[in-house]
């Protein structure tokens, strides 16, 4: 069954260090996602990224964040300069139509990002 | 805005008992509303879903229904076994406005001993 791949599946890094967090969405998708999860909260949206440019983004997702799709397979997230607060569990998503309208998102497993 | 409150856990049942995991939503017009799951080691899944008033969303033994005159979608499975163990979800969009993202609630860990 396909699947979204994530990777690396726990990185740690030092405040200020600038981070990419890889993701592989399923194959014929075409709407991909970045949604995080800070230990014992709620699993909040950053951005949805929809033809190779940003179709939503939450107040998280502020200019050190950026998306990008380098290639016909990978979807990355990077922050530039990592802050403390910014450790949580970061999701890739993915779907065929517009998450919108059907909510049926397929997830990764996940990448711990923890910032010391 | 929107937001989704679901019952805290973490939630221990023994095998065979019945299971309610409660949610309700804050929510303009009509959303859509969801449960989720995320299984040890996985990625979340969509366990089952209701798009509008009265519906009842199932799947794998559980239901959820789509009450809009206590704006709630609170999940329940009657016979709950080893293999449901894991985090749910309450989620809910809102396909009217638009808007891409879903809404989740906290998560509540379930783990049912045999």
């Known amino acids: 069954e396909p699947e979204v791949t994530q990777t690396p599946s726990h990185q740690v890094t030092q405040m200020g260090q600038e981070v990419i967090l890889r993701c592989v969405p399923i194959?014929?998708?075409?709407?991909f996602y970045w949604y995080r999860q800070i230990l014992g909260q709620k699993v909040e949206f950053l951005v949805s990224?929809?033809?190779?440019?940003?179709?939503?983004k939450s107040e998280i997702f502020d200019d050190q964040f950026s998306v990008e799709r380098p290639d016909g397979s990978n979807f990355t997230l990077k922050i530039r300069s990592t802050k403390l607060e910014d450790s949580a569990m970061y999701f890739c998503?993915?779907?065929?139509?517009?998450?919108?309208?059907?909510?049926?998102?397929?997830f990764g497993e996940g990448s711990r990002l923890t910032v010391l | 805005g929107n937001s989704v409150t679901q019952m805290e856990g973490p939630v221990t049942l023994s095998e065979e008992a019945f299971l309610t995991i409660n949610c309700t939503y804050t929510a303009t017009g009509y959303p859509s509303l969801f449960w989720y799951v995320q299984y040890p080691g996985e990625g979340l899944q969509l366990l089952l879903k209701a798009t509008k008033a009265d519906d009842k969303g199932s799947n794998k033994g559980f239901e959820a229904t789509y009450r809009k005159e206590t704006t709630s979608f609170h999940l329940e499975k009657g016979s709950v076994q080893v293999s449901d163990s894991a985090v749910y979800f309450c989620?809910?969009?809102?396909?009217?406005?638009?808007?891409?993202?879903?809404?989740f609630g906290k998560g509540t860990k379930l783990t049912v001993n045999p």
């Open positions: 998503a993915s779907s065929e139509r517009s998450g919108g309208y059907t909510g049926e998102l397929f």
């Open positions: 989620a809910l969009t809102q396909p009217q406005g638009g808007s891409e993202k879903l809404v």
């Open positions: 990224f929809y033809n190779n440019e940003i179709s939503e």
């Open positions: 194959s014929n998708h075409l709407y």
